[in-house]
T-cell receptor, first 115, second 111 residues
Framework: SQTIHQWPATLVQPVGSPLSLECTVEGTSNPNLYWYRQAAGRGLQLLFYSVGIGQISSEVPQNLSASRPQDRQFILSSKKLLLSDSGFYLC??????????????FGPGTRLTVL | KQEVTQIPAALSVPEGENLVLNCSFTDSAIYNLQWFRQDPGKGLTSLLLIQSSQREQTSGRLNASLDKSSGRSTLYIAASQPGDSATYLCAVEVNTGKLIFGQGTTLQVKP
């Protein structure tokens, strides 16, 4: 069976510090991977998606970047955090063969607070 | 630009009531519409997925309908229970597996 992991679960960082959030998927190959952010008072917003190693598409201009160094690993980064980066970050995956016919599977999320 | 709206934003009902959550979207060019449940501080759990060619899907006490031409979906919850208390999110899938989400309806079912 497939499993998706995110860490850390909770993070408190000062403004201007770097960020690295990690997402890994087990039990599948060549998944599409997604990073979403859920900010207070706002809905879930797609930040980045990846259809393969090294292939990253950005949905919104922002202070964040994403990388996919391995097939089942997706990393969200920032060089200098802003207060507005606070939120709940969710990683998701879907089998590319089932895109359009199957749901995305979400990880447990990382709660980021920037002070 | 696709926009998804959910009404109401919050709902409180006594246990046992049947209830309807509403979702509307602005562009009918979708692959499917999905309903998710989110418990506080947790990730999303998929409830129902309706393909663009389908009209409804059912799972247990949940029934979701889709009217693509009018850009509307409803989630019907029968005989609500306190364990149904959560935020319910509607999302439409557009190209490359992208999901566009509504802001959710927070449901409280009182015992």
């Amino acid at each position: 069976s497939q499993t998706i992991h995110q860490w850390p679960a909770t993070l408190v960082q000062p403004v201007g510090s770097p960020l690295s959030l990690e997402c890994t998927v087990e039990g599948t190959s060549n998944p599409n991977l997604y990073w979403y952010r859920q900010a207070a008072g706002r809905g879930l917003q797609l930040l980045f998606y990846s259809v393969g190693i090294g292939q990253i598409s950005s949905e919104v201009p922002q202070n964040l970047s994403a990388s996919r160094p391995q097939d089942r690993q997706f990393i969200l980064s920032s060089k200098k955090l802003l207060l507005s980066d606070s939120g709940f970050y969710l990683c998701a995956w879907i089998s590319v063969e089932r895109e359009g016919t199957d749901t995305q599977y979400f990880g447990p999320g990382t709660r980021l607070t920037v002070l | 630009k696709q926009e998804v709206t959910q009404i109401p934003a919050a709902l409180s009902v006594p246990e046992g009531e049947n209830l309807v959550l509403n979702c509307s979207f602005t562009d009918s060019a979708i692959y499917n519409l999905q309903w998710f449940r989110q418990d506080p501080g947790k990730g999303l759990t998929s409830l129902l997925l309706i393909q663009s060619s389908q009209r409804e899907q059912t799972s247990g006490r949940l029934n979701a309908s889709l009217d693509k031409s009018s850009g509307r979906s409803t989630l019907y919850i029968a005989a609500s229970q306190p364990g149904d208390s959560a935020t319910y999110l509607c999302a439409v899938e557009v190209n490359t597996g992208k999901l566009i989400f509504g802001q959710g309806t927070t449901l409280q079912v009182k015992p």
